[in-house]
């Protein structure tokens, strides 16, 4: 059994940058086919991000030169660097691993591109 573990998800506003993790277990770091998906409200969960075979990255075209997939073999760990984020971006952000003939998903990290409520400004003689 994999454990797949995602972190680094949070509120960030548009144009802001967020760092996703997966940390997995039992070897799996090594995955020919390890990557990120998320999923809208109201959405099929779709391909952020995947390497195969430990060299080829394939990126969706929604964040081709925004988001940077990378591996951290010591630490067990797969990266998700997000530039640039945009509002159409808010998801839960999912990590998939393929390992011994086996698909793992972890539970997800949602990630929220939002303005925020604003704050009122009041300018008075």
């Known amino acids: 059994q994999v454990q797949v573990v995602e972190s680094g998800g949070g509120l960030v506003q548009p144009g802001g940058s967020l760092k996703l993790a997966c940390t997995v277990s039992?070897?799996?770091?090594?995955?020919?086919?390890i990557g990120w998906y998320r999923q809208r409200i109201g959405d099929q969960r779709e391909l952020v991000a995947v390497?195969?075979?430990?060299?080829?990255?394939n990126y969706a075209d929604f964040v081709k030169g925004r988001f940077t997939i990378s591996r951290d073999n010591a630490k067990n760990t797969l990266y998700l660097q997000m530039n640039s984020l945009e509002l159409e971006d808010t998801a839960v952000y999912y990590c998939?691993?393929?390992?011994?003939?086996?698909?793992?998903w972890g539970q997800g990290t949602q990630v929220t591109v939002s303005w925020g409520q604003g704050t009122q400004v009041t300018v008075s003689s």
């Open positions: 039992a070897g799996a770091i090594a995955s020919n086919n």
């Open positions: 998939r691993v393929y390992w011994n003939w086996n698909i793992y």
């Open positions: 390497t195969i075979n430990r060299r080829n990255t």
